[in-house]
């Protein structure tokens, strides 16, 4: 079956200008999570959703937003970009609709870089 | 807030040998602790995993232990083979909900 598709792979914004990324869950699987990953801070947990409610939420800022379709499909929205916002954004599906040791299924990420 | 931390940020053995990652933990709510392996340009990969009320799970070269009252969990490759040559995260998930926390990561170089 088709793995969890991010996209674009790759984008280049400007800064102060706003991003919206994109996620396809593997068909039938109601979480998605998404990830921010930079050197040396690892993957930081932004936000959760499953059935299209946002369940969970890191420590980031409001520019920082999210959504989920009723297809699964979800979507992560930053908007005023800072520098610091450059980083592999991860999405994960899951299948379950609680924790435990049912490993996620990652996408391969969108790198996104601010200038 | 780092509830999962892992801090040896890389981690150099010789082929054959074993590896030893290390992890630990803030959070005694944390009920499944998991390890995933990440290439570049690609995302993580589940690797094992270890329920909160054991101490030990194994498969095949992967080993992964658990000591909750040191709040420190590691993962053994035995023997290490080049192919692992990664990124290891950490992390940790509670039972009811999939709000999974990772660690930095260590980068592991397998040397042939």
């Known amino acids: 079956k088709a793995g969890v598709t991010q996209t674009p792979r790759y984008l280049i914004k400007t800064r102060g200008q706003q991003v919206t990324l994109s996620c396809s869950p593997i068909s039938g699987h109601r979480s998605v999570s998404w990830y921010q990953q930079t050197p040396g801070q690892g993957l930081q947990f932004l936000f959760e959703y499953f059935s299209e409610t946002q369940r969970n939420k890191g420590n980031f800022p409001g520019r920082f937003s999210g959504r989920q379709f009723s297809n699964s499909r979800s979507e992560m929205n930053v908007s005023t970009l800072e520098l610091g916002d450059s980083a592999l954004y991860l999405c994960?599906?899951?299948?379950?609709?609680?924790?435990?040791?049912?490993?996620?299924?990652f996408g391969s990420g969108t790198r996104l870089t601010v200038v | 807030d780092q509830q999962v931390k892992q801090n040896s940020p890389s981690l150099s053995v010789q082929e054959g040998r074993i590896s030893i990652l290390n992890c630990d933990y803030t959070n005694s709510m944390f009920d499944y602790f998991l390890w995933y392996k990440k290439y570049p340009a690609e995302g993580p990969t589940f690797l094992i995993s270890i329920s909160s009320i054991k101490d030990k799970n194994e498969d095949g070269r992967f080993t992964v232990f658990l000591n909750k009252s040191a709040k420190h969990l590691s993962l053994h490759i035995v023997p290490s083979q080049p192919g692992d040559s990664a990124v290891y995260f950490c992390?940790?998930?509670?039972?009811?909900?999939?709000?999974?926390?990772f660690g930095a990561g260590t980068r592991l170089t397998v040397k042939p």
């Open positions: 994960a599906s899951s299948s379950t609709g609680g924790g435990g040791g049912y490993g996620y299924t």
């Open positions: 992390a940790a998930s509670p039972l009811n909900n999939n709000d999974m926390r």
